[in-house]
């Protein structure tokens, strides 16, 4: 690591995860990765203890791929920044960001942001900020419920800190962010957590106000409602419907969302493309628009399909494949943008 290297790491100030689950370890990687010391807090005993040997084999996987970064050379160094925080007091004294990935319902969404605001108020705590809540991100890793939901009822100083910074899985592979702020989210919190979020590697996007399940999530259930109705109705088989997507739609969103995916597909862009297509766009989404429950049958009509070409005994196998696959992606992504951009220099 070069001298810049090493004081750009030491200016790192600490983070604090809350949860030491997945996403936790997850988290914990995304942030260490950066250069920041991080605290990983659980309220299970010794469970934060016991992640760090998995985020160790989780970083190991990122080194063989040439993804740990410039401020990182190895999985150890990663992990030496790691630490199992005994207290919540522990983990949130002096932090910048504290990012809560406790499981998903309101009811424990709730209880612990109360304990992060009853452990910001500890004496001890308090006296390590130099000044008051003044720079803390409070951050919740939610997939799809919001914010206002779980900190509404928290002092007024805390609550305007708090907004949902809802990552995908896996999130220390896949950069998206989504950042969804409260009625009453400091808008200086929402562009610090966007500017960090930047910093240490993410690709955030503002959703700009509060929205049941944000943007992905409403994106995914769109396609898979509609996946399941085609294969309810008999239009198509399980497998066709993702070759459909793997080797479709999904290569050029990989690189492309679909408004620049219609910009590019009419000769004069997207009000051409609207001009030309937006009749049958219509009729299609009055066709889509009653909603659907999955029922029991194509949900069995699906499973059996999967379990035809995976048996469940080795999802976990593939799933190391997925994350495989996901590493070599991202890793050509990065190359590929930085082509882009010294071509626009």
């Known amino acids: 690591m070069s001298t810049l290297q090493q004081t750009l790491v030491e200016e790192r100030h600490a983070v604090a995860v809350v949860g030491s689950g997945m996403v936790g370890k997850s988290w914990a990687i995304v942030f260490a990765k950066a250069g920041h010391p991080v605290r990983l807090y659980d309220v299970f005993p010794d469970a ?15 080194k063989e791929a040439d993804l740990l970064g410039d401020l990182t050379s190895s999985a150890d160094e990663l992990v030496s920044r790691i630490t199992a925080a005994a207290t919540l007091e522990e983990a949130v004294e002096n932090v910048v960001w504290i990012q809560e990935c406790v499981p998903e319902t309101v009811e424990l ?155 590019l597909n009419a000769p004069h862009g997207v009000s051409d493309y609207a001009q030309r297509y937006s009749g049958n766009m219509f009729k299609l989404a009055q066709q889509q628009s009653e909603p659907r429950k999955w029922t029991d049958e194509v949900v069995k009509t699906v499973n059996d399909a999967r379990r035809g070409l995976l048996d469940v005994e080795k999802l976990g196998e593939r799933s190391k494949w997925r994350d495989a696959r996901l590493m070599q992606l991202v890793k050509q992504k990065e190359e590929l943008d930085k082509k882009d951009a010294q071509s626009l220099v």
């Not at 934060?48 to 990122?62: C, D, E, N, R």
């Not at 939901?149 to 002092?155: G, K, P, Q």
């Open 48 to 62: 934060a203890s016991k992640a760090i040997p998995a985020i160790h084999s989780m970083a190991q996987q990122l």
């Open 109 to 263: 969404k709730k209880a612990a942001c109360f304990e992060i605001q009853k452990a910001l108020r500890n004496e001890k705590v308090k006296a390590s900020f130099p000044t008051q809540l003044s720079e803390i991100v409070i951050g919740s890793s939610s997939s799809a419920i919001p914010s206002s939901s779980f900190t509404n009822e928290l002092d007024d100083d805390v609550k305007r800190r708090c907004l949902i910074t809802h990552p995908v899985n896996p999130v220390h592979l896949i950069p998206l962010v989504e950042i969804v702020p409260a009625s009453y989210t400091d808008p200086e919190v929402t562009s610090r957590a966007r500017e960090v979020l930047l910093k240490v590697g993410k690709k955030p996007i503002v959703v700009k106000k509060e929205i049941d399940s944000f943007i992905l999530n409403r994106l995914q259930s769109a396609v898979l409602n509609e996946a399941f109705k085609l294969v309810e109705e008999d239009y198509i088989s399980p497998e066709d419907l993702d070759i459909t997507m793997k080797d479709g739609l999904g290569l050029r969103w990989s690189f492309m969302g679909p408004f620049e995916t219609i910009d």
